[in-house]
């Protein structure tokens, strides 16, 4: 079953950092671009992050550009987002995403949450 | 505010058809494809339509998608209360080199 499990999210402070980790499953992970998608709550969707296969190539939001990195690890198949100097509006549910070759969104993971809060 | 402009919500009865609108500009919908996304109450986003009016396998074809210009629609025919969602559009945005997405559109069904 191709599957996608984030973990890392919790409660942080204004200011603070987290590293968020998606593991991946039933596909290979190492042949696919990933996003990073999030949700604010009662929000829409927000695009953060993309990397290529080979994390050559790297596009960020406007919104985390330079807080924010993105990373993989094809060996353990597994995704990765660094988010520094958090602030109140990072507040969601950030979601893995696999990017098709037909560049949609077609597999999400359940997401996990992040609450930047004092 | 978002990028790419929808509905916030639409509505009908079981049976009916509905088409939920996507706006956008050149730099996104005006040049790349749209690609649409529905998210029931409480689960993660799932992959509706793809590449304009592609749908994946297991997505019925009362979804279909269609553009024009700069500007993207969906159409469910149909309506059933199971496809009670939000629905959200999005575009690669060459502007921006970024992926943008609608507010979303809530869809009810009456």
């Known amino acids: 079953e191709v599957q996608l499990v984030e973990s890392g999210g919790g409660l942080v402070q204004p200011g603070g950092s987290l590293r968020l980790s998606c593991a991946a499953s039933?596909?290979?992970?190492?042949?696919?671009?990933m996003d990073w998608v999030r949700q604010a709550p009662g929000k829409g969707l927000e695009w953060v992050s993309y990397i290529s296969s080979s994390s050559s190539t790297k596009y960020y939001a406007d919104s985390v550009r330079g807080r924010f990195t993105i990373s993989r690890d094809n060996a353990k198949n597994s995704l990765y987002l660094q988010m520094n100097s958090l602030r109140a509006e990072d507040t969601a549910l950030y979601y893995c995403?696999?990017?098709?070759?037909?560049?949609?969104?077609?597999?999400w993971g359940q997401g996990t949450m992040v609450t930047v809060s004092s | 505010q978002s990028v790419l402009t929808q509905p916030p919500s639409a509505s009908g009865t079981p049976g009916q058809r509905v088409t939920i609108s996507c706006s956008g500009s050149s730099s996104n919908i005006g040049n790349n494809y749209v690609y649409w996304y529905q998210q029931l109450p409480g689960t993660a986003p799932k992959l509706l339509i793809y590449r304009n009016n592609q749908r994946p396998s297991g997505v019925p074809d009362r979804f279909s998608g269609s553009k024009s210009g700069t500007s993207a629609s969906l159409a469910i025919s149909g309506l059933r209360s199971e496809d009670e969602a939000d629905y959200y559009c999005?575009?690669?945005?060459?502007?921006?080199?970024?992926?943008?997405f609608g507010g979303g559109t809530k869809l009810i069904v009456l």
């Open positions: 039933g596909f290979t992970f190492s042949s696919y671009e």
């Open positions: 999005a575009a690669w945005d060459h502007s921006l080199s970024g992926w943008v």
């Open positions: 995403v696999r990017h098709a070759a037909s560049d949609a969104f077609d597999i």
